[in-house]
Structures are given as structure tokens and as C-alpha cells.
């Protein structure tokens, strides 16, 4: 299912019926990731922290009207997350771990924008949708150690490969977008994401989540073109 809404996203913005002409931004953003992380029973203890995260690529739009836009795009995108937790092997024996996960991503977000004010002046823009995302590949960092009976210290990495690992190589997140466009087509964005499908290793619940600043140029937009258009129909 999710692999036919991603690759709906293209069809969806080429059929659009748009006042504007297309639109494309260049666009990089950094915030932090976490997950929605929730171990097997029988855990004893489990703790979270957030990773730096990033993006890169390039934002594409067309306007319905003067104040309504569909965006979409395609991004690399890190995510990830850092946990500890620990669980009893047996009666005498209790496991430590520490986790780091880094995930890689492609991501292809739509959306329905809301800008305020005219084009050619400054808006502050509103969006909601979702985010089609696809895992590259990935790594699994453990530290192990047994705290009590024998006690033991071992560490690995494993690469988290596409469909392997028992990790699902599809996301589906919904995301929330608020910020400022310039009247030259720079503009500024801050924007949440929350997975809303299990990643998991069929043992625990682990759900992406974002939250970050980005930062892009809109070329091809005709600004000032579009605003003396305007101005003209409008006296």
C-alpha cells in the first residue's frame, strides 16, 4: 500500500490544475530525531535520546490558487535514535544494552500549503500531509554487558540492509509545516513528522519521529511578473 502512494506522489502533482506556473527549491534542513520506541515485555528498564538529523534535495509546487499550493519533493534524510535498556536472561543474569540507530533515508513529502498575502510579497505559508519515505540503508550499533551471575562485555555493529534485518523498508509519516517565504522566494520552515508505521524487529514498536528547521529558494516562480499581473487586474 505504501509503495502505491509513493509512487502516486508524481501523478498527483503533474495532474494538478494549476494557476501558477511550476516552481522548483533546492532545500536542506537539520533538527533531531527520535522514535516512538517500546520494548518487548519483560524488559526491566528502557530509556531514549534524540540524534541530530538532516536533509537535503529540492521542493517542487504548483498552486491551485493565489493562497493554495501542493508541494512535494524527494530528500536524503538521516533518522535514528539512541536507547538503553536492560532485561533479565535468567534469574540470576541481567542484560544492560546500549543502542545507537542511524537510518538513511529517501523521502518524498506532499503537501497542502497555505500561504497568506500575494505572491511577489512576504507570507507566511502553513502545510499539512505526509511523508512517503524509503529506508537506503542503515546502522546498528550494540554494547552488551552482564551485570550480575557471569558477567560478560560485548560490542557490534551490524548494516541494516534493505528488507533484511527484519526492518521495513517503507515509512508513511504524517507532517505539520508552518514558516515564512521571502518576496525573492527564499523561505524558512519549521516542520514535524510522526511515523505511522512499525519498523520494528517483530520484538518492540519503533516509529520514526522529526522535528526540524529547513531552509530552501524557489526558482522559477515569476514574482514580480505575477505581482504587476496582479496589480493590473486588480485596479
Avoid at 148 to 164: A, E, H, L, Q
Wanted: glycine residues 12%; aromatic residues 14%; hydrophobic residues 40%.
Amino acid at each position: 500500500m505504501t509503495k502505491k502512494l509513493f509512487i502516486c506522489t508524481a501523478a498527483l502533482l503533474l495532474s494538478a490544475k494549476t494557476h501558477a506556473q511550476l516552481a522548483i527549491a533546492p532545500e536542506i534542513g537539520v533538527g533531531i530525531s527520535d522514535m516512538r520506541f517500546a520494548p518487548i515485555l519483560g524488559f526491566t528498564a528502557a530509556s531514549t535520546k534524540p540524534l541530530p538529523a538532516f536533509k537535503i534535495g529540492a521542493a517542487i509546487e504548483a498552486g491551485f490558487n493565489k493562497h493554495v499550493y501542493l508541494q512535494s519533493g524527494l530528500f536524503f534524510a538521516t533518522k535514528g535514535q539512541q536507547r538503553s535498556y536492560s532485561f533479565y536472561d535468567s534469574d540470576t543474569l541481567n542484560d544492560q544494552t546500549n543502542q545507537t540507530l542511524n537510518l538513511y533515508y529517501i523521502d518524498a513529502p506532499v503537501s497542502i500549503f497555505f500561504k497568506t498575502g500575494q505572491q511577489g510579497s512576504g507570507r507566511v505559508i502553513f502545510g499539512l500531509g505526509a511523508t512517503f519515505s524509503y529506508l537506503v540503508t542503515g546502522t546498528n550499533m550494540v554494547h552488551s554487558a552482564g551485570v550480575n551471575g557471569t558477567p560478560f562485555d560485548v560490542s557490534y555493529s551490524s548494516t541494516i540492509k534493505t528488507g533484511g534485518n527484519n526492518w521495513s523498508p517503507w515509512d508513511l509519516g504524517i507532517n505539520l509545516t508552518g514558516g515564512y517565504e521571502l518576496p525573492t522566494g527564499l523561505y524558512f520552515k519549521i516542520y514535524y513528522t510522526a511515523g505511522l508505521k512499525d519498523l520494528g524487529l517483530n520484538t518492540e514498536m519503533d516509529k520514526n519521529r522529526i522535528f526540524g528547521l529547513s531552509a530552501g529558494y524557489f526558482f522559477g516562480k515569476g514574482r514580480n511578473i505575477n505581482k504587476e499581473a496582479d496589480d493590473l487586474i486588480e485596479r
